[in-house]
């Protein structure tokens, strides 16, 4: 007697799929934020159909790229954390590891506050906002950070100054590749001295680069 095969295949096609659709969403959408989901998925090499079984509107493909993006940085969060670092270490470290993923969804910023709107811009990046609002909050308690505003309102300022900075790169004009220049932005924002701010980012770039070559 034959046993029929499982689901399991199916499953992971539709994976590979939904992957692949996700993939070269990205890629069109920073090409062009303008392109549709008809576009999209003859770029990914998949019929309407399919893409539509996955996505079933421009809405949901977006929010999907926000719910990675947010997933990459909570990722990002857990490969530079280092316990009992230092505020204003930890606040370089956080930058740092936003950037990387900044960079790569740029287009997302824009594109999530048209068709997400800025709730749900705010709801893909509250787990940045909560690490930030934590560290600040013991940064002012160690009078590390200013305290002319509560964590969460800073924490709130920094973050729009994050994607400001993220938003405004441009290779012909200004450019800043491993975002040292916006951990220090983010920093002296905070309340350091630039020194205090230049010195913290060496701290943290010599922590950072000692863990990957570990």
């Known amino acids: 007697m034959t046993t029929a095969p499982g689901p399991a295949p199916q499953r992971s096609h539709a994976r590979s799929n939904r992957a692949r659709i996700l993939a070269t969403a990205r890629e069109e959408l920073s090409r ?14 998949v019929v309407r159909r399919t893409l539509y079984g996955h996505f079933p ?3 949901a493909l977006i929010a999907a790229l926000a ?5 990459s940085v909570e990722e990002a969060f857990t490969a530079v954390r280092q316990p009992g670092a230092a505020p204003a270490t930890a606040m370089a ?13 740029r287009m997302l910023i824009a594109l999530g506050r048209r068709d997400l709107g800025e709730e749900g811009i705010r709801a893909a990046l509250a787990p940045v906002r909560a690490e930030a609002t934590s560290i600040l909050e ?3 308690r160690e009078g590390v950070f200013s305290d002319h505003l509560p964590a969460p309102v800073l924490a709130q300022a920094l973050e729009s100054l994050t994607l ?3 938003e405004a790169q441009d290779p012909s004009s200004w450019h800043d590749p491993a975002g ?3 951990a220090l932005a983010v920093l002296i924002a905070a309340g350091l001295t630039p020194a205090a701010a230049r010195s913290c980012l060496r701290s943290a770039r010599t922590g950072l680069d000692s863990r990957r070559a570990e």
Do not use: H, K, S
Request: hydrophobic share 45%.
């Open 138 to 140: 013991r940064g002012q």
């Open 164 to 166: 400001t900075l993220v």
């Open 67 to 71: 719910d990675e993006a947010a997933q």
């Open 32 to 45: 062009n934020p303008e392109a549709n989901l008809e576009e999209i998925a003859r770029a990914a090499g």
């Open 57 to 59: 509107n421009r809405q």
């Open 93 to 105: 470290r956080m930058t740092l590891a936003v950037w990387a993923v900044g960079d790569r969804y």
């Open 180 to 182: 040292d220049a916006a």
